[in-house]
């Protein structure tokens, strides 16, 4: 079965920087485009970054733009998020997720980032 398993949250100071890991298994990691969501309390989960099955290609939510970058290692069917110049808006739960997400989709625990002074 599917399992995503999230790590590398923490609390960091606005500016600084975090990197997330998403391991995968229970599918063929290498032919799924894989992406990054968020959570904030009391709102709605929000799409934040899209990589390539290949991981030729990406694209992110005009919120992060030019701050984070996802990358994947197909060999560790891993998916990778680096977070610059962290702002306290970025607060939220991170998950990761294999394209294309239905309502039936497996969801990992996610994991926990904090900006705050």
């Known amino acids: 079965q599917v399992q995503l398993v999230e790590s590398g949250g923490g609390l960091v100071q606005p500016g600084g920087s975090l990197r997330l890991s998403c391991a995968a298994s229970?599918?063929?990691?290498?032919?799924?485009?894989m992406i990054w969501y968020r959570q904030a309390p009391g709102k709605e989960r929000e799409l934040v970054a899209t990589v390539s099955s290949p991981g030729s290609s990406t694209s992110y939510s005009d919120s992060v733009k030019g701050r984070f970058t996802i990358s994947r290692d197909n060999a560790k069917n891993t998916v990778y998020l680096q977070m610059n110049r962290l702002k306290p808006e970025d607060t939220a739960v991170y998950y990761c997720?294999?394209?294309?997400?239905?309502?039936?989709?497996?969801w990992g625990q996610g994991t926990q980032v904090t900006v705050s002074s």
């Open positions: 229970g599918f063929t990691f290498s032919s799924y485009a």
């Open positions: 997720n294999r394209r294309p997400v239905t309502a039936r989709s497996y």
